[in-house]
Nanobody
Framework: QVQLVESGGGLVQPGGSLRLSCTASGRIFSINDMGWYRQAPGKQRELVAGITSGGMTNYVVSVDGRFTISRDNAKNTVTLQMNSLKPEDTAVYYC???????????????WGQGTQVTVSS
């Protein structure tokens, strides 16, 4: 069974940095687009950063210049480096990937379990 496992969340002060990682495992044939979403209490889930299989990246305006998304295809991982963190970045962060498992001819959507990021003094 294919799954995504996240790590790296925690509590940081404003202006601090945090690195989130997400690793896909299982019987994987191929991985297409990957990304990071976040959801704050009482708000809708939003796409924060995305990266294509070819390495093209996009960011929501509120994090552009502060966050960097990257991937390591040999390790089936996607990483979100978060710098200059602000209290409004506080949310549960979820990784997402479109994956073709062995035995499937379609891209399927997979989600990590979520990790809490809290920015507070």
């Amino acid at each position: 069974q294919v799954q995504l496992v996240e790590s790296g969340g925690g509590l940081v002060q404003p202006g601090g940095s945090l690195r989130l990682s997400c690793t896909a495992s299982g019987r994987i044939f191929s991985i297409n687009d990957m990304g990071w979403y976040r959801q704050a209490p009482g708000k809708q889930r939003e796409l924060v950063a995305g990266i294509t299989s070819g390495g093209m990246t996009n960011y929501v305006v509120s994090v552009d210049g502060r966050f960097t998304i990257s991937r390591d295809n040999a390790k089936n991982t996607v990483t979100l480096q978060m710098n200059s963190l602000k209290p409004e970045d506080t949310a549960v962060y979820y990784c997402n990937a479109k994956i073709a498992p062995i035995g499937s001819v379609e891209w399927l959507d997979y989600w990590g379990q979520g990790t809490q990021v809290t920015v507070s003094s």
